[in-house]
Structures are given as C-alpha cells and as structure tokens.
Nanobody, 128 residues
Framework: QVQLVESGGASVQTGGSLGLSCAAS????????MGWFRQAPGKEREGVAT???????LYQESVKGRFTISVDNAKNALNLEMNNLKPEDTAMYYC??????????????????????WGQGTQVTVSS
C-alpha cells in the first residue's frame, strides 16, 4: 500500500522560507514523475512543481526562481524548498506520484489522469 506523508508546513511572514518534505512508504520516490501541488480555499488544485525520473524539474511560472523540488533517495523523500514566500503561496500543499509516467510530468492532462497516489497535505500560510 502506497503512503505519502507531507510535513513542514507552517505559518510564516512574507519573504520567509519553508522546506516541505514528503516521505513515502510502499513506493520508491524518483522512479516515476513526482510532484507538488497546492490548493487554496475556493480555488482549484494546481501544479506547483514536478520532477521526472531523470531528475528534470519543471515549475509553475509563479514559483520559478523561488521554489526548488528535489528527491532525497537516501530518505525516499520528495522535498520542496520554498523561498521568498508571498501571501499568494498560501495553500494546502500535497505531494503526489504518477506511477508509469517517467517524463513529461508537467501538464494538466497528466495532473488529472496520471497522478494516482496523493498525500494528505500540509498547510502553508504566508502573512503580509
């Protein structure tokens, strides 16, 4: 049984930094597309960053240069380093895995149809 458990969410001020982590059991992180997603109240879930099997990261335009997605093979974890946080980054953040998809991770079609395993989320709140 696949389990993804996110941690690291917190309340910070604008300009602050946070590191999110997603620990996996029953699944080897990095063997397929992995991603971080977020959902703010009243908004649709959106893709924040993905990383392909070969380690290629792709980012939503609004987080480029501020967020970094990475895989920690030793800990079997997916990480998201977030810097220069803004109030619009406030959301519940989820990690997810797309088994069977190795490349081309960042598209709405892949988000909707191929990311099958999801964590429960961790809350990030950025105050101005």
């Amino acid at each position: 049984q696949v389990q993804l458990v996110e941690s690291g969410g917190a309340s910070v001020q604008t300009g602050g930094s946070l590191g999110l982590s997603c620990a996996a059991s029953g699944y080897i992180i990095g063997t397929s597309c992995m991603g971080w997603f977020r959902q703010a109240p009243g908004k649709e879930r959106e893709g924040v960053a993905t990383i392909s099997k070969d380690g290629t990261p792709l980012y939503q335009e609004s987080v480029k240069g501020r967020f970094t997605i990475s895989v920690d093979n030793a800990k079997n974890a997916l990480n998201l380093e977030m810097n220069n946080l803004k109030p619009e980054d406030t959301a519940m953040y989820y990690c997810a895995a797309a088994p069977g998809r190795w490349y081309g991770c960042y598209s709405k079609e892949v988000f909707d149809n191929e990311f099958k395993h999801w964590g429960q989320g961790t809350q990030v709140t950025v105050s101005s």
